[in-house]
């Protein structure tokens, strides 16, 4: 089969390689589509901590099951939960896989879906609602992240929410913010095509370069503040204000994986006594939620930007990599 391989830092090949083996209790899936992740550009930079090459990447797809199994017969529509987690360690133990000791995932512990075929643990496939298109089935899980992101968080309806940046899970979040009964969702981005798309979503989206934080965050709330912040941007210059926007006894929510340590004024968190939470990606619950609310919300399509063939794997990492190009969710037609 065809396969984008990983070979080594900034260094991808499309290769014929042999097909998937398929051990006992996993299905044969034959790939439609699949996302490029921000865990996936690590990977190519070189930076994830586990992936080793040769690998094939990809843990955000959706496919066609190739043979009968338990659940599914031939030529189901289906995606996967791509958790790998081990089963036995505490948190597995007492409900919480999702933050397994060693938390695996398809395409970076093992091969993944940025091939013609995937070998997949059947209890990991979940059937595609018959409404939803193959290309929004591979946009499940980042949509998975932001569902998880509400839930575990005790997210309030009625709430007035500011989400910092508008990529993938950005838009996600705003997106499932709306389903899940957020009175008002300001976003805030510099680059001025994502400000574009959000603004086309129907939010309030500001470029807060040379904008004075303090004063935009009274304007908008009546001097209060914002009920809860979702930090879906993960860098220094959003770290220095979240502390600033939230309102007292304020929700701040960190989705983002930060690549780099930030600072954090933490004295203006103890004067607001404001909770901080961190989630991380997501149980099956949420996934199974996800694929369910996305048939009622139909922008979640607009944040999938670029679809390209296997055979332009690199034009693909080129488009996420290189700045201005517009490109938010890049996905392989497969
Ligand atoms: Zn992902
Ligand atoms: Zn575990």
């Known amino acids: ?8 830092p900034q260094k991808i090949s499309v290769k014929n390689v042999a097909d998937p083996q398929v051990k006992s209790g996993e299905v044969l899936v034959k790939v439609s589509y699949a996302g490029i992740c921000g865990t996936d550009l690590n990977i190519y930079a070189g930076t994830h901590p586990r992936a080793k090459s040769p690998l094939i990447p ?6 066609i099951t190739m043979s009968d199994s338990k659940r599914f017969s031939k030529g189901t529509r289906v995606a996967a939960y791509p958790l790998l987690s081990c089963g036995h ?42 409404t939803m298109s193959d290309k929004l089935g591979a946009f499940i899980e980042p949509v998975a992240v932001t569902v998880h992101a509400l839930r575990e968080t005790g997210f309030v309806p009625g709430s007035k929410v500011i989400v910092f940046g508008c990529g993938t ?16 969702v300001t976003m805030v981005e510099t680059d001025e095509s994502r ?19 303090e004063k935009f965050v009274r304007e908008q709330t009546d001097g209060i503040g914002f009920d809860w912040v979702f930090d ?18 304020g929700r701040i929510v960190i989705v983002a994986a930060y690549k780099k ?14 909770s901080f939470s961190f989630t991380r990606v997501y149980r099956y619950k949420d996934f199974d939620i996800a694929a369910k609310i996305m048939q009622h919300e139909e922008n979640y399509e607009k944040i999938i930007t670029h679809l390209l063939p296997l055979d332009e794997a690199q034009k693909g990492f080129d488009l996420l990599t290189t700045p201005g190009t517009g490109a938010i969710k890049v996905m392989y037609k497969i």
């Open 169 to 184: 899970i950005g838009l996600s979040t705003a997106l499932t913010l709306r389903i899940f009964g957020a009175l008002e």
């Open 1 to 8: 089969m065809k396969a984008i391989i990983y070979e080594g």
């Open 261 to 274: 340590a930030a600072v954090l004024p933490l004295i203006k968190g103890m004067f607001k006594e404001t």
């Open 232 to 249: 879906c941007a993960g860098v220094q210059a959003v770290a220095d204000v979240l502390l600033d926007v939230v309102k007292v006894k």
């Open 58 to 63: 990809g843990h955000e797809f959706s496919g």
């Open 195 to 213: 400000v574009a798309i959000a603004k086309s979503m129907g939010f309030d989206v500001f470029n807060p370069i040379g904008v004075n934080m």
């Open 89 to 130: 360690c505490e948190p597995c133990m007492t409900g919480n896989e999702h933050v397994c000791d060693t938390l695996g995932l398809l395409g970076i512990d093992c091969n993944g879906a940025m091939a013609e075929y995937i070998s997949v643990a059947e209890e990991k496939l979940i059937k595609l609602p018959d």
